[in-house]
Every structure is written in structure tokens, then in C-alpha cells.
């Protein structure tokens, strides 16, 4: 069963920050939150991962909460092609190797 | 670099007939995976590769599903025979190892069976 809890569908204007929430209540200190998303038709595309602090890379940011039990993906300039499927994943241990464990995502729309 | 390739992008086969599904990964990545997606879902793991070795197929029905990487390369996943509920989106990914990597995901295969 996926970790996180995720809002089924968000709009957002283009131009403006796609803020997606997820909560993860139940994280284990040494697992890492990812994010992925899906444009229609397409295979997942890897945006971001964080541990504890927040990053940042060309796509987005991670913000993580102090106690890890949830974080946002911001999109800062929204565009229509950020329309898509967005997952928060948490990366658990599984034997000797780690799993991601995919929820059903959130379905973001950019509306022009 | 060239991405992730898959085919065929589309299949339609009857319940109980037979079907394989073909995975080239970005060249230099050892690991491999194999993921269900059901319409409206999240991928599912089937199965992981690392080079040429099983690393977790704990969620591959092993009763009909099988899948070989022979040479630490390219893969194949086949189903045998298939079921109604086999119908879905079958994505082949890859990374470089199995830490902090990012997951590189071919387009996928859609299978319908009637």
C-alpha cells in the first residue's frame, strides 16, 4: 500500500506556482520522499527527491516538513505542458533493495 | 543519449493466448524494471533487474508472468496465458543502480485483452 496521501485533481493558472501537497504521516527516518510525473500517454518522468531539507533543481522545489510528514511540490512558473499526473513516492526498504511505492497520484491541469 | 525503448507501443490479444513485451534500457544502466499500470492507478513493480539477476520479484504472478534479461541488457516480460485483468500499460524503466538514482521510463506497452 502507497505511503502517501495525495488530492485526487488541482487547477492551477499558467504562469502562476503549482503548490502540490502530500502527506506521508507514517515515514521512517531513512526514507526518502521522490516525486514523478506522468503527462498523458507518456512513461513517469523523475522531478525531484528529497531526505530532510528542502531541494531544488531546474524543474522544482521540495519543501519537506520538519517532522517529514509532508511535503510540497512547487512548480514555480506553471506552463500548460505541466499538465499531468504528479506522484509523491516514498522509497522503502524491501529486503536487501528499496521500492517505490506509487499511489494513485495528483491530476494537475494548468488552465490558460 | 538515447531514452528508454519499448515495443511494440500497442497489443490486442484474446484471453489465454500468449504475449511478450520487449525492454532496451539507456545504455550503462545495470538495473531494470518492469512495472504494471491499470487505467486510473499508479505503477505497480513486477520485477527488478540488476544486470543480469533477479533483485525483487516478489509481485510478479509467476504463474503466467515471466521475464528474462539474459545478457544484462535488453529484457523481455511475456505473459502466459493472459487474463482479462492483464489489461494495462506495461512500462519498462531503468537507472543506473539501485540507490538515490532517478528511474528512466520508456513509453510502455498497452495491452487489451478480449
Known amino acids: 500500500d502507497a505511503k502517501t496521501t495525495q488530492p485526487p485533481s488541482m487547477d492551477c493558472a499558467e504562469g502562476r506556482a503549482a503548490n502540490l501537497p502530500c502527506n506521508h504521516s507514517?515515514?521512517?527516518?531513512?526514507?526518502?520522499v521522490y516525486w514523478y510525473r506522468q503527462i498523458h500517454s507518456q512513461g513517469p518522468q523523475y522531478i525531484i527527491h528529497?531526505?530532510?531539507?528542502?531541494e531544488t533543481n531546474e524543474m522544482a522545489s521540495l519543501i519537506i516538513t520538519e517532522d517529514r510528514k509532508s511535503s510540497t511540490l512547487i512548480l514555480p512558473h506553471a506552463t500548460l505542458r505541466d499538465t499531468a499526473v504528479y506522484y509523491c513516492i516514498v522509497r522503502v526498504p524491501a529486503d536487501s533493495n528499496y521500492q517505490l511505492i506509487w499511489g494513485a497520484g495528483t491530476k494537475l491541469i494548468i488552465k490558460p | 543519449e538515447a531514452g528508454v525503448a519499448q515495443s511494440p507501443r500497442y497489443k490486442i490479444i484474446e484471453k489465454r493466448q500468449s504475449v511478450a513485451f520487449w525492454c532496451n534500457p539507456i545504455s550503462g544502466h545495470a538495473t531494470l524494471y518492469w512495472y504494471q499500470q491499470i487505467l486510473g492507478q499508479g505503477p505497480k513493480l513486477l520485477i527488478q533487474f540488476q544486470n543480469n539477476g533477479v533483485v525483487d520479484d516478489s509481485q510478479l504472478p509467476k504463474d503466467r508472468f515471466s521475464a528474462e534479461r539474459l545478457k544484462g541488457v535488453d529484457s523481455t516480460l511475456k505473459i502466459q496465458p493472459a487474463k482479462l485483468e492483464d489489461s494495462a500499460v506495461y512500462l519498462c524503466a531503468s537507472s543506473w543502480g539501485q540507490g538515490l538514482e532517478a528511474q528512466y521510463f520508456g513509453p510502455g506497452t498497452r495491452l487489451l485483452v478480449l
Open positions: 507514517t515515514i521512517s527516518g531513512n526514507e526518502y
Open positions: 528529497g531526505l530532510k531539507n528542502n
